[in-house]
């Protein structure tokens, strides 16, 4: 695979870093400076813009800030960008086009390894130790992944036809059940229920006025001699016998002749045989249905007959597709017993890449300053993808996860170890003060270590030994000052006698003797 390299990294308002501008080179680069003169704070803006959290204090952002990162790609320009505004939000952008923080993690992490004292981009998760484990044992997963590839289109087509079989007969069953009931229902059309509520009303209506009906007609023209029609005859007979009120009494006996055919038509209304008792019943049922299937499917008649014929058609459509769902379910059970036999044979080739790791950074760990520890790395899970790296420092201490028993300095030499054995020379490898508490003999062993390093792909170490900055292709140091009671930090890469001077001041501090010019003059040629 082609190498990445970071080419150039600027920062601007950083914390103390009011701008700088680093031009890193090939193979090992590390800076140096002293202590509170922004070493860490120079990562700190390179993992910025990248993607890191700039909620931390550690970049001391302001409304000025900004952080690029530009790296060649197998010949391809590629700039990371982080940059404050005057609300303070930070803006990020990929190559010059604006771009999600998530996004740009995602890009970075194909270009460049960051182990820092207490985290490293390289073991966030479990799967990222399982990428490591199977590069370093050369572990096959293609075979399984295309059958993991294949499980998930047929789980998506058997969820999008129904489910499972079973399911599927139940669902067919529920479509086959709605549609029946619904064309069992011969539904007229979708006024019917209004219509018969308004037939069951009317005959509601007579039935309930019907004792009030007989009254009437037995007041107007009972058996009684009370009886109105009976007094308006006997009143018509007592009229005067009178050619002058002949015509008067033909009208009046006409009135009571309507009368009493009006009377007749009102008993036969309250002749409870004149009601059709059937049609009564038979219209409550009706109704009764009706509601009930409007209850269900509704909220109209029409909403009913609609959701009858979509059930029809769908229990048509899943009918047809049942042979090839269950042909599917076949292809789906062979599928899974294929992939427990596919994911058993890669656990047994994580297992062995596992030990041959857990081996090959066991033999780095003394060259890194760490000869009393051990780790091992141990897979679990039906494939060996839940993987850790468990460590101990000291012998007869429990192991544990590295990245909680390991301190900052013990995680850094731990991922130098593992990089000196991983097949990730492409990346771009940093690592901040992998260095840390160690000296002497051991400190030379870490320099040849990084060095060894540099040699397969770009390393940048922020360190404070003066025997592994000698070690280095490239060398920058970071210094700071007061002008005018504000503090300034610049950055410069150093060569021939300045490089002396910063090897010599690493030596022996600030109080630079010629001693200390010699034996930094010693280390470099020695390094050369």
Do not use: W
Not at 330 to 346: C, G, M, P, T, Y
């Amino acid at each position: 695979m082609p190498k990445s390299q970071l080419v150039e990294l600027y920062a601007r308002s950083l914390g103390v870093i009011e701008e700088a501008r680093v031009h890193f080179g090939e193979r090992f680069n590390v800076i140096t400076g002293e202590t509170g003169a922004g070493k860490t704070l120079l990562l700190g803006a390179l993992e910025l813009s990248l993607g890191a959290d700039g909620g931390s204090s550690r970049y001391a952002l302001t409304n000025e800030s900004r952080a690029t990162a530009l790296f060649d790609d197998a010949g391809q320009e590629r700039v990371f960008a982080r940059e404050s505004g005057a609300s303070g939000r930070l803006r990020s952008t990929l190559d010059g086009a604006p771009t999600s923080v998530d996004l740009l993690r995602e890009a970075s992490q194909k270009l460049i390894v960051i182990h820092g004292q207490h985290d490293s981009l390289a073991l966030r998760n479990r799967a990222e130790i399982v990428r490591i484990i199977d590069r370093a044992g050369g572990v096959d997963t293609t075979e399984l992944d295309g059958i993991r590839h294949s499980l998930r289109e047929a789980y998506e087509e058997r969820r999008a036809g129904g489910g499972d079989s079973a399911t599927r007969e139940r669902e067919l069953e529920f479509l086959r059940f709605q549609a029946s009931e619904i064309d069992n229902a011969q539904i007229v059309d979708a006024d019917e229920l209004h219509r018969s509520l308004d037939e069951l009303q009317g005959l509601t209506e007579l039935i309930d006025a019907q004792a009030g009906i007989a009254m009437v007609a037995e007041g107007l023209d009972g058996d009684g001699d009370d009886a109105v029609l009976s007094r308006f005859a006997a009143l018509v007979q007592a009229l005067p016998h009178s050619p002058a009120l002949e015509g008067v009494r033909e009208s009046l006996r006409s009135c009571l002749n309507s009368t009493r055919d009006a009377v007749s038509d009102l008993r036969s209304l309250a002749n409870p045989d004149a009601i059709d008792g059937e049609r009564f019943d038979a219209l409550q049922d009706r109704i009764a249905l009706l509601q009930s299937l409007v209850r269900k499917y509704g909220p109209t008649l029409a909403d009913v007959i609609a959701h009858g014929e979509a059930s029809q058609k769908a229990a048509e459509q899943l009918a047809t597709a049942m042979s090839r769902l269950s042909g599917l379910d076949a292809e789906i059970a062979d599928l899974e017993a294929r992939e427990r036999s596919a994911a058993q044979e890669v656990r047994k080739a994580r297992e062995f890449a596992a030990v041959g790791l857990t081996n090959a950074v066991r033999a780095q760990l003394p060259r890194v300053a760490l000869p009393n520890a051990t780790l091992r790395f141990v897979v679990d899970g039906l494939d060996g993808s839940d993987a850790q790296i468990l460590f101990t420092p000291n012998p007869g201490q429990a192991e544990g996860p590295l990245q909680a028993l390991a301190s900052g300095g013990e995680l850094s030499r731990v991922l130098l170890a593992l990089s000196l054995v991983a097949d990730d020379d492409h990346l771009v490898a940093v690592f901040d003060e992998v260095d840390a508490g160690i000296g002497g003999q051991v400190a030379q062993q870490i320099g040849a270590c990084l060095a060894e390093l540099g040699q397969r792909q770009q390393v940048i170490a922020v360190t404070h030994l003066a025997s592994v900055a000698a070690k280095a292709q490239h060398h920058f140091v970071i210094q700071k000052s007061v002008d005018g009671g504000i503090t300034r930090t610049t950055v410069t890469e150093v060569t021939g006698p300045f490089r002396v001077r910063e090897i010599a001041r690493m030596l022996a501090g600030d109080a630079i003797t010629e001693e200390a010019v010699a034996l930094a003059q010693r280390l470099l040629a020695s390094n050369n």
